[in-house]
């Protein structure tokens, strides 16, 4: 069989698109990026749980979850839960005067940063959305034996967006060296994780 390099670039592309629109969990990286804060597990945890996530997509977990709208309700009200907690712990640190140097730790223990990762990725349902249903069906309209290298393009794009989010945020160094760009970033992070809470809600409840 003759190597076809469409598949691999189309699940690239469309994983690139989808995956870089500013959300929870890329506004996380960033964060832990900037303070040089275990971002290579990190980053290795969000990549290995795109592919996960795609990989099952392209093998029938889509149609599966579609059938269960009760199980995207209960994903949609845990996420809400758990971004409006960190929301409004972001908008408290504008207070507080928290987050002020770089180099300076927030008490952020690899345990609970992978924690807080875990909970961005998994708790919330666009990720089921763009990886699993979009990705997924995308990846299986591709033939059979093209299937492998979609997901390959599509996971690659995943680890290459995260590693750049992660370890390309310590460029942005001088500019977060003064107080003022860090109390953007948090307000920024606070009303971004409480308005994708409030559409969570509604998406449950309207």
């Given amino acids: 069989m003759t190597y076809n390099p469409a598949p691999f670039l189309t699940g690239f592309a469309l994983s690139a698109a989808l995956i870089m629109a500013i ?76 987050a002020m140097a770089v180099t300076q730790g927030d008490g952020l223990t690899l345990p609970r940063a992978l924690a807080a990762t875990a909970a961005f990725t998994l708790l919330n349902p666009h990720v089921y959305l763009d990886t699993v249903l979009l990705m997924g069906t995308a990846g299986s309209a591709q033939p059979v034996e093209w299937r492998p290298l979609f997901i390959a393009g599509a996971v690659a794009a995943s680890f290459c967006w995260f590693t750049a989010l992660g370890y390309g945020a310590r460029m942005l160094t001088p500019l977060f060296a003064r107080p003022l760009a860090w109390r953007v970033l948090d307000g920024l992070v606070g009303l971004t994780m409480l308005m994708l809470a409030a559409s969570l809600v509604w998406r449950v409840v309207g």
Wanted: glycine share 18%; charged share 10%.
């Fill in 23 to 98: 959300g929870a969990q890329n506004l996380f990286v960033l964060r832990q990026g900037l303070r040089r804060q275990h971002v290579g597990p990190i980053v290795l945890f969000c990549g290995a749980a795109d592919a996960l996530l795609i990989t099952a997509g392209v093998s029938g977990l889509g149609a599966f979850l579609a059938a269960l709208p009760q199980l995207a309700d209960l994903l949609a009200l845990g996420g809400a839960g758990f971004l409006g907690w960190y929301g409004l712990r972001a908008l408290g640190r504008l207070r507080a005067g928290e």
